[in-house]
């Protein structure tokens, strides 16, 4: 043992701004110029209106092209009339349909994209605009999708998109010019723009800067109503964008609004939220005293549409609408065909009018909603629902297996989306993306948590809404209070679904009817094959050609929450309902002693000749790179024969399967330090520049030769990322500029610039950044690496900066009792815990020399476990389940790369580099425990993270303690709502 280490037993182990009737002078506008810099450092040349098509990238090659089976049956999101006769509706899967008849006959298009569309509206008989988004792979972002016509529908054109966030609303105004409103965008960071040459180029507004916009309505060109993803409201004016005034603390989601006049508009959304402002839209004020009594407690309002006077919002469920003819003073209950959801309303005159939703559902009514007609419909029910307690826990092969394969109407149920990392607040969007990818009908969340009553009513009022036949929920465990509660909720809500004495509001107010489950299954990790069923990865979907388990990738790297499926994944399922004995295991559907009702399922396709032959011959491609992966993942280093064969072996893949494989072996690579080979796949991969995961490749690129973390890891130098036999930065900032423009990307690109001493060049980069008016983290980062060779004052940073005092070297025995600790400097931790009154957490710093000093004192959670440990501890055990505190330093500040730690409540811990589980640094733990509290003294070799002189150095710096299923404290405060590093702080050594 070093003798001059702690006493304690060694561990080894753009935006831009439209002007009436001139252009604004490039100097009077800070967006202009970011926008301008940043395209000077990519060596493009300024221009003034930004044009987002080829010449900055190409759109990505689709994933999936859908047979029309599957795009029948797509939740529709909007649907638009330009007359009595003439309408479109669209939604998932790239869906649009056309009727020249008012709807009795619906036609449906080509496909021109297979992503989700969100809203259509023409400007006059022939020219239309329909938005939608586009989920990339593996980035957590949204993409714009903007289709355009000038012959009535009968065809549509795509524009380009690359800089646009993610599109909800339209207004062709004449033809080619138009307004989308979306979500916001490194180069529209507020989310509104406008084009008057039919989207070759757009504009964006000045003023209020949004995470981005759900939903919008039009009175005017230069009057937009505006809402938000975190309930804000705001209103375009000119060419500004103002906020409003709304209720304070209402965690409830704004899903649609509209201007009924001038003064009158109305907001709807989860929870019966229903808002009313009577001034334009400036001030807000909640309108649900109005609402008829228990609507708003059993009921989200989804969407408004109105004509004149007359307004009607639709519901989730859709049994109800409400209706008024008085610009909302008062409502009356109208009743549909349909418990499905109601996702957007039409009306043409105070008469006629239609709603879309979910299985192609397409209804109307020529009475003013009092009674409702199917047009159109390939289904009015669930097969199965699947019911889990964390978005993160999705069962997305369970989906993909029962939808894609199968071809059954599948349902998804999450019960406490609360926990999850919703920066953007675009999970509800993300979430429908992944699920409409895997080709299942639809999904619901709930930001819980509840208690098992009030979970209980939940999910049995989406049994009676969705009237499924079999039920798959999460599994029970002792150490997951959330699966626990959701297993426990389901199994009641299948006793009182089907009695009509139980929640008999359901049945009278709601209006919907009892349910019989016939079966109840649970997930499993493992089992007996003779009372369980298994889904494997390789089980493919003849009709799409993809597997089991490549939808499953699909649907999990449009949200990225979660793990990433891996190859060879399997989903087991356990039947746990009382007729469990009689269960012959054969499938889900087995014995069951019920046929499948036909409304409950799609007619699947069958394959072609050809395109069996086809599949047969990806079918042996896939057995001989299954093994090569299996290969990889089992850590073997000498792959160098078997990736000699690797594009001889993927000739028989489709160009996505083939861009998936590389991407895969990149990530096993990377999770066992094989870096090199990392690179390699990743340079494969990216030879092919429309490949959806490339955005997610070039991220990767970027992070390892940015990353001084991976270089120390690895003792390689640090690269120029200039270098010929590799893909190079340069390259991908013209291919990928979307994606570079980007806060977090062009940060890591300034690190690499001051890491070789390109002090213009990043400088250049963080002066775009301040032009920018982005979110203010990136402002606050940008000032901080401006201010270190061109000091600003302190108070101008506004830069949470934690100065690391020297202390004396401590006695690690976990008793605090140290001269250290009495000089450490204490943490101002904040508390996002949901665990009332909040546990007490104490966390002091310090370093000498050699060490950073880190001391925990935490007083224990209610209701968490804290059982002894039974084996000694070891190394890079999952703490997941664990009280712990987890922490992380980015020491060349390029916020894509970091060293993190975490240490539990019994001293258990774990360390990871660049998703690098295999780096195991020397550190040293120890850890004391009595009934009420835990401490831990953490001592971390500053050789182990550094080669330079820490005290002339700065590195970002974060800590969080984790408390399951009950939130969590942090430094900075704002950490808890992201695990990106663009929260963190500034850590300085004195």
Not at 118 to 140: K, M, N, R, Y
Not at 195 to 223: C, I, M, P, Q, Y
Not at 406 to 435: I, K, P, Y
Request: aromatic share 8%; proline share 5%.
């Amino acid at each position: 043992m070093n003798a001059n280490a702690p006493r304690q037993t060694q561990r080894d182990r753009c935006s831009w701004n439209r002007c009436r009737g001139r252009r604004t002078a490039i100097d009077r506008c800070p967006a202009v110029l970011a926008c301008a810099g940043y395209l000077l450092v990519l060596g493009i040349r300024f221009v003034p209106a930004i044009p987002c098509g080829t010449a900055f990238g190409q759109d990505p090659i689709q994933e999936i092209t859908w047979p029309d089976a599957f795009r029948r049956d797509a939740t529709l999101r909007d649907i638009h009339f330009t007359d009595r006769q003439n309408g479109w509706a669209v939604g998932d899967r790239g869906v649009i349909w056309h009727t020249i008849d008012g709807g009795r006959n619906w036609l449906l298009q080509d496909a021109v994209c297979r992503h989700t569309l969100h809203c259509v509206h023409f400007s006059d008989p022939q020219h239309g605009w329909i938005v939608g988004a586009l989920a990339e792979q593996g980035t957590g972002h949204q993409r714009g999708v903007v289709l355009t016509t000038q012959d009535g529908g009968n065809s549509w054109q795509r524009a380009p998109t690359d800089f646009i966030g993610g599109l909800h609303a339209v207004r062709g105004w004449r033809p080619r010019v138009a307004t989308v409103v979306g979500g916001s965008s490194s180069m529209f960071p507020r989310g509104v723009m406008s084009t008057s040459n039919e989207g070759k180029s757009w504009r964006g507004n000045a003023g209020l800067t949004s995470v981005g916009w759900s939903s919008a309505d039009f009175l005017g060109e230069d009057h937009v109503l505006l809402a938000g993803y975190a309930n804000q409201i705001g209103i375009v004016h000119g060419n500004r964008i103002l906020a409003a005034t709304t209720p304070p603390m209402d965690p409830r989601r704004i899903r649609d609004l509209c201007f009924i006049d001038g003064q009158v508009s109305i907001a709807a959304g989860d929870g019966g939220l229903l808002w009313v402002s009577l001034d334009g839209g400036a001030t807000w004020q909640d309108n649900g005293p109005a609402i008829p009594t228990g609507i708003a407690e059993r009921f989200d309002f989804t969407c408004v549409g109105h004509y004149q006077n007359h307004v009607w919002i639709g519901m989730n469920p859709g049994t109800t609408m409400l209706y008024s003819s008085d610009r909302g003073s008062t409502w009356n209950v109208r009743r549909t065909l349909t418990s499905l959801p109601v996702e957007a309303i039409t009306f043409i005159d105070e008469q006629q009018g239609w709603a879309v939703g979910p299985l192609g559902t397409i209804m109307a009514t020529t009475d003013g909603g009092t009674s409702w007609a199917v047009q159109s419909q390939f289904g009015s029910r669930a097969s199965v629902l699947i019911v889990t307690s964390r978005v993160e826990d999705i069962p997305w092969g369970l989906l993909a297996q029962y939808s894609a394969v199968d071809g059954h109407h599948t349902r998804l149920l999450v019960t406490n989306a609360s926990h999850s990392n919703d920066e953007s607040g675009t999970l509800q969007d993300r979430l429908e993306a992944a699920v409409a990818s895997t080709s299942s009908s639809g999904c619901d969340i709930c930001r819980g948590p509840y208690s098992i009553a009030t979970l209980t009513t939940r999910i049995c009022l989406a049994i009676r809404q969705y009237q499924p036949t079999v039920i798959v929920t999460c599994s029970p465990s002792d150490t997951d209070r959330e699966s626990q509660q959701t297993f426990e909720a389901t199994l009641k809500a299948v006793e009182t679904a089907g009695d009509a004495n139980e929640h008999r509001d359901q049945l009278m107010l709601v209006g919907v009817s009892p349910c019989e489950v016939a079966a109840v299954f649970s997930q499993v990790s493992g089992g007996d094959p003779t009372t369980s069923v298994t889904v494997y990865d390789n089980s493919l979907s003849l009709p799409i050609g993809y597997s089991v388990g490549e939808l499953a990738r699909i649907g999990q790297r449009c949200l990225t929450l979660g793990p990433e499926v891996a190859p060879g994944t399997t989903w087991m399922v356990r039947r746990v309902d009382a007729a469990a004995a009689d269960w012959n295991g054969r499938s889900i559907f087995a014995s069951l002693g019920t046929a499948i009702d036909p409304a409950a399922r799609r007619t699947m396709p069958e394959a072609e000749r050809q395109q069996l032959t086809q599949l047969r011959a990806q079918a042996q491609s896939r057995r001989l790179l299954d093994s090569l992966l299996k290969q990889a993942a089992s850590g073997q280093r000498d792959m160098s024969t078997m990736l000699s064969r690797l594009d001889e072996l993927a000739t028989g893949l489709t160009a996505y399967q083939r861009g998936e494989v590389y991407y895969l072996l990149s990530r096993q690579f990377q999770a066992q330090g094989a870096h090199d080979l990392a690179a390699q796949m990743l340079a494969k991969l990216l030879e092919d520049e429309q490949h959806p995961l490339n955005p997610a490749a070039a991220r990767d690129v970027l992070r390892s030769t940015s990353s001084v973390e991976l270089k120390l890891r690895t003792q390689t130098p640090l690269s120029t990322g200039n270098d010929e036999s590799k893909v190079t930065i340069g390259e991908l900032e013209r291919t990928q500029a979307a994606l570079f423009a980007e806060p977090r990307m062009r940060l890591a690109r300034a690190a690499l610039f001051r890491t070789n001493g390109q002090w213009q060049d990043a400088d250049k980069v963080y002066r775009s950044l301040l032009a920018n008016d982005y979110q203010p983290q990136w402002h606050r980062w940008a000032s901080y690496e401006l201010s270190r060779r061109n000091p600003l004052r302190a108070e101008q940073l506004q830069m949470p900066i934690l100065r690391l005092p020297h202390t004396p070297r401590p006695s690690l025995d976990g008793r605090l009792d140290d001269e250290t600790w009495q000089s450490a400097v204490t943490l101002d931790v904040a508390n996002h815990a949901s665990t009332q009154p909040a546990p007490d957490t104490s966390i002091r710093c310090g370093h000498d020399d050699e060490f950073i000093y880190i001391s925990v004192q935490c007083t224990t959670a209610e209701g968490c476990r804290y059982d002894a440990a039974t084996e000694p501890r070891q190394r890079d055990t999952n703490l997941a389940s664990e009280d712990r505190v987890e922490l992380y330093f980015d020491t060349n500040r390029d916020m894509l790369s970091a060293w993190r730690f975490a240490v539990d409540w019994r001293g258990w811990g774990n360390e990871s580099c660049f998703d690098d589980a295999t780096w195991n640094p020397r550190w040293y733990i120890a850890a004391v425990r009595d009934d009420e509290s835990w401490t831990c003294e953490v001592a971390i070799p500053l050789s182990e993270l550094t080669r330079v002189n820490v005290t002339d150095d700065a590195w970002v710096f974060g800590l969080r303690r984790i408390i399951p299923d009950r939130g969590s404290q942090s430094w900075p405060a704002e950490l808890d709502l992201s695990t990106e590093p663009s929260y963190s702080g500034i850590l300085l050594f004195e």
